[in-house]
């Protein structure tokens, strides 16, 4: 009974309205109390639509699509719109912000309660503008669909401050200016390849916080070559810096040891992860005696602690997320609790912050009850290990709406329990316009008076635009038989 009256009710019809006494709760049986919940401000796809459909029933929910329904309302009412309050299906407003910079669009969703006028903020997520237009409307169809399924299981994030930065919004530009950018945009990934080397400055960390200034950065290997290396972390009571070291033709990382000169030259001291699987991001944190390192490893299940010494491998400790892929996983010790903070790379590459946490460094490692916490393409995602300074935790996250590793946001953690979290933008770091990386930066870590970054240029590789001239020629012929498979 229950389903045949959901298939009839779910279709985007506009809502009957209701008789004497009823609200927006309905029996659509004689045990279960059903939910009724109008969704607007934006027009799903099919595929979307019924993906809503599906999760709203498993809350006991019905939801009925009206994407011009304004408050007051008969039914609850949820609303998509931007942070101005306007409704995502104004005409031409995603036109208007698809490959337009900032590069970012931040959205909210807002319940109303039956016959009300006043909305609360339920939700909220920053998504990038970028990619093809087909791909970036249908991100935002999903980030709806998700919002809507957090809001129906009682793990939304709620009204949250984000890492956008509203003094870098445009004025509405020229129609096909989208496209433009995009033409251009393509290009240069065509053309272009990143090259990363890491650097110091001695600039103190409180100094940096209060001035978003680095001071004098001194590099080590400017100069492209054929590997670059990225993402320091310092190895406590050693001296040593460990990074990724990644070819600039192939594809996979390594993580290597090396000890830095005070003069901007290096000695690669060791390997010590490596294989036919990508390894980058070596988090590495004291914990007593012991040292622990979590590198990234982003296939699924991958992700594993080891312990860290001198004079042999690391040694494994626990596999984390076995059912995830991890991206940028941080450990650290806050409260009474360990945490690691990473990207769920299944709900994207960019734009999510996740937590886990535990008891001891060992587990077992427990999901925060949001999953995740924040929804951000400006900062969302970890660069590095977070700052204690006095009693006050900030964490580097990386602002990729322009493109990977754009620059790094400075957050002080105002509430981190296993159930609530919220952060505050304080600073943000900017890579030198005129310096020898001038186009990103996505790693921070600090010790014994130095605090290590890298940074980020476009270079020209003829190698590399060969291997790419050949995947893509690859793809051309495979993909039709992949399709007709």
Known sequence: MDDVLLATIAPNAPPAEPDGELASVVHLSKSRPWRVITIAGFEPSLAERQALYAIAAQHQTLIQIHADAVPPHSWELLVVQDVDGVALNRAGMLEQLWHKPPYAMPMRLVRYA????????????????????????????????????????????????????????????????????????????????????????????????????????????????????????????????????????????????????????????????????????????????????????????????????????????????????????????????????????????????????????????????????????CGARSAGIPIRIGDTLFRPGQDCAQTYGAELVIHRVDLMTPDDYRETVVTRLRPDPSGPFPHGMHTLSAEDGRVWLDGKRYVFSLSSLIRKLARRAWWSESAPQAIRG
């Open 114 to 377: 039956p016959n009300s006028r006043d909305g609360e903020v339920v939700d909220g997520a920053v998504i990038s503008t970028r990619d093809e237009w087909n791909i970036f409307r249908m991100r935002v169809e999903r980030m709806v669909v998700r919002l809507v399924g957090d809001a129906l299981a009682g793990t939304g994030r709620g009204a949250f401050s984000s890492s956008f930065d509203p003094t870098r919004r445009r004025p509405h530009r020229w129609p096909l200016a989208g496209r433009f950018d995009h033409f251009i945009t393509c290009w240069r990934q065509r053309l272009l390849t990143e090259w990363w080397s890491i650097g110091f400055t001695t600039m103190p960390l409180n100094d940096i916080l209060a001035s978003g200034f680095l001071g004098s950065v001194q590099w080590l290997g400017s100069r492209a070559g054929t590997h670059y290396l990225a993402d320091p972390f310092s190895w406590p009571g050693t001296g040593r810096l460990l990074c990724e070291q990644r070819s600039i033709v192939e594809g996979n990382g390594s993580i290597v040891a090396i000890d830095p000169g005070p003069d901007g030259t290096f000695h690669h001291i060791s390997t010590i992860l490596a294989g036919s699987s990508h390894h980058s991001y070596p988090c590495v944190v004291q914990d007593g005696e012991a040292v622990y390192f979590l590198p990234e490893a982003p296939e699924r299940g991958g992700t594993v602690l080891y312990r860290l010494t001198e004079d042999s491998d690391p040694v494994p400790v626990c596999r984390l997320a076995p059912g995830r892929r991890l991206a940028d996983p941080t450990l650290f010790a806050y409260g009474d609790r360990y945490w690691i903070a990473y990207t769920d790379l299944d709900i994207g590459e960019h734009n999510n912050l996740c937590l886990l946490h535990a008891p001891t460094i060992e587990g077992p490692w427990q999901p925060h009850r949001c999953v995740p916490v924040k929804i951000d393409v």
